[in-house]
């Protein structure tokens, strides 16, 4: 989306790629991007021709809430849970925000979590907490009673 600033310049026609108009256009969005950056041309004159420096120990650990997220849906495919990605997400980011649980917390045949075919009342407690005091709608429920049902069936096989 354009901020205006070239607007006069396009006001012709533009066609093909020999066109100055265009081609001055280009320059200034070009420029207005490298400024909102923190670049300017003279950086960039600076730095054609040098190799970037590549910092080898500079490696920031990820952020131990993404390691679980990512963790739940890695175990949510290997239980052959049937959601698309997005949904697997969803779910995984409400069961990483859950406090002291885990992946490893579904590995049994019996899932501790759901009770005469339902969630216990404890675990969806839990969750709506998790989810920041609001309940958890009915469709979020059943996504992970299906979760703690494929985990109990793998754990099982």
Partial sequence: MRDGSDAAVLNGPVVGADNPDQN??????RDAAKQRDGFSAAEEREEVGHE???I???DEPLPPQLL??????ASMRAWGVPFPSRTMRRVAALLSRCPDL?????SFADCPFVVDGSLHADFVSDMTRANGGVAVSGARRRFVHTVCVCASKFSSA
């Fill in 24 to 29: 001055v256009a280009q320059q200034r969005a």
């Fill in 52 to 54: 970037p420096q590549v």
């Fill in 56 to 58: 080898e120990d500079g």
């Fill in 68 to 73: 679980l997220m990512t963790s739940w849906v």
């Fill in 102 to 106: 885990d992946p490893a917390c579904f």
